[in-house]
């Protein structure tokens, strides 16, 4: 029998040290959206890790993201591109967008959505700024889904921020960012 080693962070002994908390926000009220500035994405990573628990406060939305760059949110028809596939085998994409989607069905007040993402290449002028992850709830339709998405910038430049957004309303909930370690 092997003796396992608890670290600090709970977890076995080496895991987990390469991602650092920077920051978590954390809103019992309505926000229009999470947002994470130039005070985390900046040069000391260029890689980071999102998990979130997020409750929409109106039925029917969609979760998105945005990046920023010199602080200024990336909002033109065709900044972005984006797939989502569900477990279930439906997909959508799209090459010439306003933002990335997160989620494929309209999310319902009664639900949570759980999600977990990496973000890469925030700090490479040479390269686009992408996202990688996955999700779980119970959309408006009334059946669980767990998609996984990803998306990028169309364009090569340093991103200072990104913001997690609904397609309208607002949200409450958690959000918690880490920067990974190279």
């Known amino acids: 029998m092997a003796l396992i080693t608890l670290g600090a962070n709970g977890l076995g002994a080496g895991v987990g040290g390469n991602f650092v908390l920077l920051n978590t926000s954390s809103s019992a009220t309505d926000v229009s959206s999470f947002d994470f500035d130039s005070t985390y994405i900046n040069s000391t990573y260029d890689n980071y890790f999102v998990l979130g628990n997020i409750q929409p406060q109106s039925n029917g939305i969609f979760m998105n993201l945005r990046f920023s760059a010199n602080g200024t949110l990336e909002t033109g028809g065709s900044d972005y591109t984006y797939e989502i596939q569900n477990i279930a085998g439906a997909t959508e994409e799209s090459s010439t967008v306003s933002l990335i989607k997160m989620t494929r069905e309209a999310l319902s007040t009664s639900h949570n959505f759980n999600f977990q ?28 889904v767990s998609p ?31 920067g990974v370690k190279q």
Do not use: C, M, W
């Open 117 to 144: 993402f990496f973000v890469f290449n925030t700090q490479n002028a040479n390269e686009r700024s992408t996202i990688h992850g996955q999700g779980s709830g119970q959309p408006q339709s009334g059946t669980y």
């Open 148 to 178: 996984l998405f990803g998306g990028q910038r169309q364009a090569d430049k340093v991103n200072d921020g990104f913001s997690i957004l609904p397609s309208s309303g607002n949200l409450q909930g958690t959000v918690s960012l880490y």
